[in-house]
């Protein structure tokens, strides 16, 4: 009912930058909060950034300062530009949002099928 497409993965250089975008669609009545999670090999998914509906964010510390989390709420599409990137940003970005569809009454997480982000030294 509810589809997640990632994309703007891809190889940089070390202090380079890079933007993603997720874009939600199908039977969607709402989006509540949208946000990146990033999972390198053998390690856990971790929070990268997440943003509410009114725009409010929360950054892992790791990438506070150099990551920016943004949304368009009309699209339902959340961005996550990457700054001045580092090889241990190196991970596949998984897309997340909280939606309610459009014949449900309550929210509930939706994932994207993640973008590989390589960052080389």
């Known amino acids: 009912q509810v589809q997640l497409v990632e994309s703007g993965g891809g190889l940089v250089q070390a202090g380079g930058s890079l933007r993603l975008s997720c874009a939600a669609s199908?039977?969607?009545?709402?989006?509540?909060?949208m946000g990146w999670f990033r999972q390198a090999p053998g390690k856990q998914r971790d929070l990268v950034a997440t943003?509410?509906?009114?725009?409010?964010?929360n950054y892992a510390d790791s990438v506070k300062g150099r990551f920016t989390i943004s949304r368009d709420n009309a699209k339902n599409t959340v961005y996550l530009q990457m700054n001045s990137v580092k090889p241990e940003d190196s991970a596949v970005y998984y897309c997340?949002?909280?939606?309610?569809?459009?014949?449900?009454?309550?929210?509930?997480?939706?994932w994207g099928q993640g973008t590989q982000v390589t960052v080389s030294s």
């Open positions: 199908g039977s969607i009545a709402s989006v509540n909060a």
């Open positions: 997340n949002a909280n939606v309610r569809v459009r014949t449900g009454l309550f929210y509930y997480d939706y």
């Open positions: 943003i509410t509906t009114g725009g409010n964010t």
